[in-house]
């Protein structure tokens, strides 16, 4: 009798163990003895958003060292690029023209800052911490669609004449016209803060948060330079970049991409808005700052790039519609 008795030890033991393990699975928590389990708050996150962004920059020239020759009239009322010099002579015209001198363009300001609007979307995954479960944790991507960087001119200032008849004569100078766009994603991983009390979100109830993160901003931006002055279209370091029918023609730049990568620091505030224990309604702003973004002309290939402008700090201020799970 006791052999067959010790034969269904082995049986009470595995069913002891499967109980158990199916316990631990069910109930969120740690246990605390007696069949009773204490949920910590921990919750696995899911959310998706979207809305609207606006940008905003410092523009910054980052054409370096470019030297085009302009020719000015005997009485210094008209000044104009080396090429428009030649067709007016082709004309019949401007036959009392002296070279006047060199203008560095690096040393010229844009004309305009970055503005633009637009709109985002993102997603995110993470988890509430155990026992401090205000505080969550999210690993998220965002998308801030393309939006636009237009200027005509891109380049206007006065700047000093240097090696011609006019040499330390100043002139008002404009150059280049601008037409871009960039288009950013940002994966990030950020800490928030909901301020309620307990363990449980309460539902049917507002709960502000903060949240602070950092990030990695991947940046495709396009550029379209045109020629409207005359004046890029002799210089000889720019060839490689566009195509000309004949020597005195206007040079037609090739449409140019470039990928950059670059940090991103990111705050968000907001309030959120339970509508059941598990699902969550969101409205908060999340702003993101991106020390610079580059703008670059290429070659036909894309195998060489010049850098051509920058946009300085810039900032994303995404306005974003969210809804949150969490299970």
């Known amino acids: 009798m006791r052999s067959r008795n010790l034969l269904f030890l082995p049986i009470v033991l595995c069913a002891l163990v499967t109980g158990t393990a199916r316990a631990n699975w069910e109930y969120s928590g740690y246990y605390v003895g007696d069949g009773a389990y204490t949920d910590d708050g921990s919750r696995f996150i899911v959310s998706v958003r979207g809305g609207a962004s606006i940008g905003m920059g410092a523009i910054k020239n980052e054409i370096g060292e470019l030297t085009p020759l302009y020719y000015m009239s005997p009485d210094g009322s008209t000044i104009m690029s080396e090429l428009g010099y030649y067709q007016c002579q082709d004309r019949g015209e401007c036959m009392d023209f002296i070279p006047a001198g060199y203008v560095n363009l690096g040393d010229l300001p844009a004309t305009k800052d970055f503005e633009s609007f637009g709109f985002a979307a993102g997603a995110s995954v993470g988890w509430t911490i155990p026992n401090t479960p205000q505080w969550r944790v999210e690993l998220g991507w965002d998308h801030i669609m393309k939006s636009e960087y237009n200027a005509s001119p891109f380049i206007e200032g006065d700047a000093p004449l240097f090696s011609g008849d006019a040499a330390g004569a100043i002139a008002t100078i404009s150059s280049g016209a601008v037409q871009s766009s960039v288009e950013t994603d940002i994966i990030s991983v950020m ?40 004046d890029l279209s002799g210089i000889y370091e720019l060839l490689p970049y566009g195509v000309k029918e004949q020597s005195d023609d206007v040079i037609q730049f090739y449409r140019s991409e470039l990928s950059s990568a670059n940090i991103a620091g990111l705050l968000s505030l907001g309030l959120s808005y339970g509508i059941t224990e598990k699902m969550f309604f969101d409205i908060g702003a999340r702003v993101a700052y991106i020390p610079r973004i580059r703008w670059a002309l290429s070659n036909e290939d894309a195998s060489q790039h010049r850098d051509w402008f920058s946009a300085e700090n810039a900032i994303y201020a995404n306005i974003m519609l969210s809804l949150r799970f969490e299970f």
């Open 191 to 230: 800490a928030f803060y909901d301020f309620y009390d307990g363990i449980q979100k309460p539902a049917r109830q507002v709960i502000p948060y903060i949240g602070f993160g950092v990030g990695y901003a991947d940046i495709k931006t396009t550029l379209n330079l045109s020629d409207p002055y005359g």
